[in-house]
Every structure is written in structure tokens, then in C-alpha cells.
């Protein structure tokens, strides 16, 4: 059998990106551009290890004090029957290894069972067993350049990985089982492996809640973009254990022949500063891609300042930064020659930053978030990411609570909705990144649009079908817009959940339009 030549992509190479993917022919948002199943996965370690830990069979949460143990390597599972213990894609090769420290300990939990350190063991696995996969592995980007001794990110891998597996594992084995399984096991290579995971690891969410740490070989060669043309999805339902965590890579925008196939590796929702910091510091590059070159990120002004003026009075104009290609940039401003650094900025931001989330983290209280907002719209933008935040938690708050149910307050949260849209819209028009934000704000807007048709007039009578009409149709774009937002979304769990709340409440919808006799074109 010749090799495949009808892909939707090429395999290309240049000095600025290295390798990469571009369209093999036009594509339409919804084509397929690749399926492809994980060259390795493994576990991540849940947020509270000393309460619970993943499964080494099949990664549903066990609480780690009362828990199953595997009977040869000692590590937590669901039960002796799980099938994944005996399955060499999850824990059978591995338990090999780690049965040569048998000890079961009930202290110190998190740091006795490393589950960060099974996907690296893993991958050191794939030398015998699988060297098709393991040359694949290899010929992944690993930055090994910006991870020498002394950096954090070298440190980091070499206490909480190498040495673990070194120490605890790979030395107690027998010369036997050590050359059944590998050809190396130098530090070297496994500070390689974490070079590797760290620059191209996706995260698969699990139904039970749990989360994997996957490799993938064509996936990998996605470059980076601010304003992505892709979205992926993993396969976590499948009853064929042959596609398990599969991802799909669906074209989202228009990719005309020849243009590259780009992913996104920061959040959507952060400023420039933010993303280049977080690409540089993960990623080791600096993007330049069309949002992080303009200042205005695509007219959505996600972060501009406020300029609060100097000793002679306020000033009404916005600071941007001069370059935002330039770390050490000044940001001016649009009315007057004031000038501020990048550095005072960023402290700023993140000073803020702090505040937003010490607030959110408070749990919801309409009263905090304003005060927040208000306070923060001082020297923020109202567009700005900080703002969009806590704009993002009170639409979820308004019309929701017996005092926040006026006309005035559903007329701010609709304008506030709308507002959100407009810049979830511009910055990810393909809802590549922020579909469930969009779900939301849409679902939002409907919700308040349907609370002011049901609301009486200023007489106190219920309102004419003429005045409840353009409120209904509005509310009925907005639900859809709502759903399709989830379309591919709606497998993995988080999605699975607001789809079905956002069904719920078309459904209620769509009988209140049969009672009030609506039509829609």
C-alpha cells in the first residue's frame, strides 16, 4: 500500500517555524483536517492528592486513603477487576517498573505517588515495545536549548521527575527487566522526554473528572496563533479502546490552499502581555501573529488603559503600547503626551489580576463585583480582559435574584451581553477557544430577553404581542446562537452539561411562543 496522498494537509518546513501544516486544498470550517490516536498518554495528579488520585487503569478518582491498591506495584485504584491494569496502553508495562518499590504508604500521598511522572515513564517505555512510536516521540520539538541546568525548567523536571524515576524506580530494577524494557535510561534522555511533554502535551478531560497529559506526532506540528482556524476534540466515549483520546482537528475558518493550519497554545482571554509571557515561558517562542502585533488586538481594545492624566486635570484618552511586539515598549497615549512604561503596566495588570481573582474566588455577590468593576474601570478600558471577566460573572448573576430582576438591571445585562459577544466574536470568530464563553452570554441574553417580554409594561399591564415580538425574535437568535456555539462541544462533559441546561431552556421557550401564538420566519 503507496503512501496517502489525498490529506487535506502538507507537512512543510521553514527557518522561521520549523516544521508545519499547511492546507493541502481549500477548506471549510467543519472539514476535517486530521484524526489521529496519542503516541502515549498518561495522568495528571488531581487538585487535592492527600483526598484522591487517579485510577493507574483508568483514571476515574479514588480517594487515596481508603482505596484499592494494585497488588504488585502498590499504586491506588478503582479495583483489583479494573481492565486497564492489565492493558499495556495504561498501566501493564509499567507496573513492571514500578512494582520494584512494592511499599504502600498513607502519608505524604502527592509526593510518594507522582502521577506527573507515569506519562514520562510511559514514554520511556515505547524504546522496546513500541519503536515505531518511540522515533515519533523523538523527532518531537523539545527546547532542550532553554532547559539547561539551572534553569526552572530544568530543575523542576529533574526533582520532581528524573530523580523520582531514577531513584525510586529505575535503579532498584534488575539488570534483566532494565534491558527488557529499554536501551536508556540516562538523565538525559528523560530531561529530553519532560522538554517534549512540556512543549507539546495536549490535556484530555475525562468524563469522571479526571485529566490526561497526551502526545500527539501530526498534531504537534501545529504552529501557534492568537486567532487559531482550528478546534480539536478527543474521543472519550468510544467503546473502541483502538480510538480512545483520538483527537479530531476540524478547520473552523475558511483555509484557503497553501495557508498554514494554526492551533492556539495560550487563552483567548488574555491580554497581549499575558499570552507572550505564558508562550515564551511554556513555549520558548514569541508570538508575533496579526492580534499580538496590534495594539488595539483587533479593535477590541482587550487591553488598553485608561489615561487618568497628569497634574492638570483627567484626560479622556486610552494608553497602548507603542510596539506590543517589544517587551520594553511605552505605552502612550491616544490625547496626550503621557507615556507609561511596559514594566509599571505589567505590575498593574497583575496587581489587578490578584484582586479579580481573590473576588471570584469569594464565591458570587453582585455587590463585590460591581464595587470591583467600578473601581478597577478607573484605569482599565471597559473592554478590557480584567473587566470582561467580572462582566462575564455578573450577566450569570443579573435577573437570576429577586433583586436583580428591574427593568433597568435586564436592560444593563443585555447590554452587557451584547457588548461581551462583540469582542468574543472578533477575537475568536471560528469559536475555536471560546465556545463555551460564547454558550454562556448568548444563553444569557436570551434569558434576560424573555424576562422583559414576560415583565408588565410601565402600567402594570402584561405587554401587547406588537411589544413582546422583537423581544422574542431576538431571544430566539440568541438561543440558537447559544447551541451552535456547543456543536462540538457537546461530547466532552463540561459542554454535554450547559448544552443540555441551554436545551431546557429552548423548550421553555418554545412553548411560551406557542402560548403567545409567535411565529419566527
Known amino acids: ?162 530523580e523520582y524515576l531514577i531513584n525510586n524506580f529505575i535503579e532498584k530494577l534488575s539488570q534483566e527487566t532494565r534491558n527488557k524494557y529499554f536501551t536508556d535510561t540516562s538523565k538525559g534522555i528523560l530531561h529530553k522526554i519532560c522538554g517534549i511533554m512540556d512543549t507539546n502535551a495536549l490535556e484530555i478531560r475525562l468524563p469522571s473528572g479526571s485529566e490526561l497529559n497526551s502526545l500527539f506526532s501530526e498534531t504537534s506540528l501545529l504552529e501557534h496563533s492568537c486567532v487559531p482556524n482550528t478546534k480539536h476534540t478527543f474521543n472519550v466515549s468510544t467503546k473502541n479502546k483502538n480510538e480512545l483520546y483520538n483527537i479530531t482537528v476540524k478547520a473552523v475558518l ?52 485608561r489615561c487618568i492624566g497628569d497634574e492638570n486635570g483627567p484626560c479622556a484618552g486610552i494608553h497602548l503600547p507603542e ?89 444593563k445585562k443585555i447590554k452587557m451581553c451584547e457588548d461581551l459577544i462583540n469582542i468574543t466574536n472578533t477575537l475568536d470568530p471560528g469559536n475555536a477557544r471560546l465556545s463555551l464563553y460564547s454558550a454562556v452570554l448568548h444563553h444569557e441574553l436570551h434569558s434576560a430577553l424573555v424576562l422583559k417580554a414576560k415583565k408588565a409594561n410601565k402600567e402594570g399591564l402584561p405587554k401587547s404581542l406588537e411589544d413582546i415580538k422583537p423581544l422574542a425574535e431576538k431571544a430566539n437568535e440568541a438561543i440558537k446562537a447559544a447551541l451552535a456555539a456547543l456543536v462540538d462541544d457537546k461530547d466532552e462533559t463540561s459542554g454535554q452539561k450547559l448544552y443540555g441546561v441551554i436545551e431546557d431552556s429552548k423548550r421553555s421557550f418554545d412553548r411560551y411562543c406557542t402560548e403567545k401564538k409567535i411565529t419566527f420566519d
Open 254 to 305: 475558511p483555509i484557503q490552499s497553501g495557508q498554514h493550519i494554526k492551533t492556539m497554545y495560550s487563552h483567548a482571554l488574555w491580554g497581549t502581555l499575558a499570552r507572550r509571557q505564558h508562550l515564551k515561558d511554556t513555549k520558548y517562542f514569541s508570538c508575533k501573529c496579526e492580534r499580538c502585533s496590534d495594539p488595539t488586538e483587533l479593535g477590541t481594545y482587550l487591553s488598553a488603559m
Open 323 to 411: 510596539d506590543p511586539l517589544d517587551d520594553e515598549t511605552d505605552w502612550a497615549c491616544s490625547m496626550c503626551p503621557i507615556k507609561v512604561g511596559n514594566s509599571q503596566v505589567s505590575m498593574l495588570i497583575s496587581q489587578m489580576q490578584d484582586e479579580v481573582d481573590n473576588v471570584q474566588m469569594m464565591g458570587n455577590s453582585v455587590t463585590i463585583l460591581e464595587n470591583l468593576m467600578c473601581r478597577l474601570s478607573t484605569f482599565l478600558h471597559p473592554n478590557h480582559y480584567h473587566l470582561y471577566s467580572i462582566k462575564h460573572s455578573l450577566v450569570q448573576l443579573y435577573g437570576r435574584q429577586p433583586s436583580y430582576m428591574s427593568d433597568e438591571t435586564l436592560d
Open 1 to 162: 500500500m503507496g503512501p496517502v496522498t489525498n490529506l487535506p494537509y502538507k507537512v512543510e518546513h521553514s527557518d522561521d517555524f520549523g516544521r508545519y501544516l499547511s492546507a493541502a486544498r481549500d477548506l471549510n470550517p467543519g472539514d476535517v483536517v486530521l484524526t489521529e490516536s496519542p503516541l502515549v498518554f498518561g495522568p495528571k495528579g488531581m487538585p487535592d492528592p492527600e483526598a484522591s488520585m487517579p485510577c493507574v487503569g483508568c483514571y476515574k478518582p479514588v480517594f487515596t486513603d481508603v482505596g484499592e491498591r494494585c497488588a504488585r506495584c502498590g499504586w491506588p485504584i478503582c479495583s483489583g477487576s479494573c481492565a486497564g491494569l492489565k492493558d499495556p496502553l495504561h498501566h501493564a508495562r509499567e507496573c513492571d517498573v514500578l512494582s520494584a518499590r512494592p511499599d504502600c504508604v498513607l502519608d505524604n500521598m502527592a509526593d510518594y505517588y507522582r502521577h506527573d511522572a507515569l506519562l514520562p515513564l510511559r514514554c520511556l517505555l515505547l524504546q522496546k515495545s513500541e519503536p515505531e512510536k518511540w522515533q515519533k516521540l523523538m523527532e518531537l520539538q523539545s527546547h532542550m536549548e532553554c532547559r539547561l541546568p539551572g534553569t526552572e525548567a530544568y530543575d523542576e523536571a529533574n526533582e520532581f521527575i528524573v
